[in-house]
């Protein structure tokens, strides 16, 4: 074998062992800069992170009443349908007025009798002033007659019958007198100590109108109308002819106008979040549609302090949980043709405007 073919192939290994050595010394130079891109890549996403807050524990709200009347009586019509959209004021029930009225009538009936009561009242404790001064003419007559017989008796003059008729007389003169003051005392006690009284401040007059004004209430409410305007539902549930109870709901009214949003965020999310923050939802009903909107309360308690069995951390089996804190969004829905109903799911991106700073990783 020649020289050359024995030293060929450490010719053709030196290519090999250079690839090795570059290998070796590269392999601890990428593992370094990947893990330090690493390093890089999670500080920068920290940095840049923390500004929104988003929340997928959030529904539409709306504001919702249920339909109903203080009086008692049979529908008479229901002029609305299931759906139906109403504005404010558009009649929604009506209740038979007949019972009503005829109570309005009468209690204005009693309203002017006691307004005629009151007048007489007043004409009576003249009458009764005049009575006392007549009798009280006549009672000076029987004293002069009195003090007459009192001379002439003793002279033999009269009788002495005849004087104790004139002294009876005089005093029965003065009980009737004293009595007819005591009776016009009493009218003009009842005239407020004000013959002259306007009737329509009397203590009577005040509870008749005061009857008469419940009644025209009444009245009044056998119209329900729409205190907002919205749409209608579960109308079907009320037909004419049935008798409705006071205060029984009759249907439910949902707003087209008063609409928010009612996000349940994590109480450790809420570091950062303040009234007035912008907001960006997302309703799950309309993919790629983003309404604006911004932060208009925060609950001052959290989900659970209402609860019917609140939690009950004396225990010794306690464990934490985090709470939720109810967070209201006002939507700007103006120029949008999209629907939002009550109960709809939605995704809230509330804009906190912090940013994070490597300070606050020092406690």
Request: hydrophobic share 40%.
């Amino acid at each position: 074998m020649s020289q050359a073919s024995i030293a060929s192939p450490r010719i053709t290994d030196a290519p090999r062992a250079r690839s090795r050595s570059l290998k070796r010394t590269l392999r601890p130079i990428l593992m370094l800069g990947g893990i330090l891109v690493v390093i890089v890549g999670a500080g920068f996403y920290w940095l840049s992170g923390g500004r929104i807050v988003s929340i997928d524990d959030a529904y539409v709200r709306a504001a919702k009443e249920t339909i109903a009347t203080d009086v008692s009586g049979i529908v008479l019509e229901v002029p609305v349908h299931e759906g139906q959209r109403v504005a404010r004021g558009d009649i929604l029930l009506r209740l038979d007025p007949r019972p009503f009225q005829i109570a309005h009538d009468g209690s204005a009936a009693t309203l002017a009798q006691t307004a005629l009561q009151m007048d007489a009242m007043k004409h009576d404790y003249r009458r009764m002033q005049r009575d006392v001064d007549a009798k009280s003419s006549q009672v000076e007559a029987d004293q002069a007659n009195n003090d007459r017989f009192a001379n002439l008796v003793k002279g033999g003059s009269v009788t002495r019958a005849d004087y104790d008729n004139a002294r009876f007389a005089l005093a029965a003169g003065k009980q009737a007198v004293a009595s007819l003051r005591v009776q016009a005392e009493v009218q003009l006690a009842r005239l407020g100590g004000n013959p002259d009284v306007d009737v329509k401040t009397t203590p009577e007059y005040l509870q008749s109108d005061a009857r008469l004004a419940e009644m025209q209430r009444q009245l009044d409410h056998t119209v329900v109308r729409a205190p907002f305007a919205g749409v209608v539902t579960q109308v079907d549930s009320v037909q004419p002819g049935m008798y409705l109870a006071a205060a029984t709901p009759a249907f439910g009214l949902v707003s087209t106008e008063r609409i928010w949003v009612e996000a349940n965020p994590k109480e450790t999310e809420l570091t950062h979040v303040k009234v007035g923050d912008p907001v960006q939802v997302a309703v799950d009903t309309y993919a790629g549609r983003i309404f604006k909107g911004e932060v208009e309360s925060i609950s001052p308690n959290t989900g659970s302090e209402f609860a019917i069995l609140p939690a009950q951390n004396t225990s010794g089996n306690w464990v934490k949980v985090v709470q939720r804190i109810p967070v209201r969004i006002r939507v700007d829905r103006a120029g949008s043709d999209l629907e939002l109903r009550s109960g709809m799911s939605v995704v809230a991106d509330i804009d906190t405007g912090h940013r994070r700073s490597w300070h606050d990783l020092i406690p």
